[in-house]
């Protein structure tokens, strides 16, 4: 079964919770890195997309709740929560 690339997933997410471009770029900046870092294998791909754009609307400014998130993008709060808490550490961004 082919594995689906989370960064596919940041435009669908981000036209149902009307996210512009620019954070897009950020959420696919922060999932580059984090693909570099080997940390993404294995994870729900829609998971990681969240929790990239959730961090992305932090660092710029923009108000957005996990559950909007969550339910633009199929997942659970608890998921998009968790691959937050993932991606800030691997990344060590300081929320």
């Known amino acids: 079964m082919p594995v689906i690339d989370p960064i596919l997933c940041i435009p669908k997410i981000a036209l149902r919770i009307q996210i512009n471009e620019k954070l897009q770029q950020s959420a696919i900046h ?3 890195q984090a693909d570099e870092q080997k940390v993404i294998a294995g994870k ?4 990681l997309a969240s929790a990239a754009l959730y961090i992305s609307c932090i660092l710029d400014g ?3 709740t996990q559950k909007e998130i ?3 993008s199929g997942v659970t709060e608890v998921t998009v929560r968790n691959r937050y808490e993932g991606l800030r550490k691997v990344l060590r961004l300081d929320i």
């Open 44 to 47: 729900d791909p829609m998971g």
């Open 62 to 64: 923009v108000r957005k």
């Open 70 to 72: 969550a339910v633009a």
């Open 30 to 32: 922060l999932l580059h």
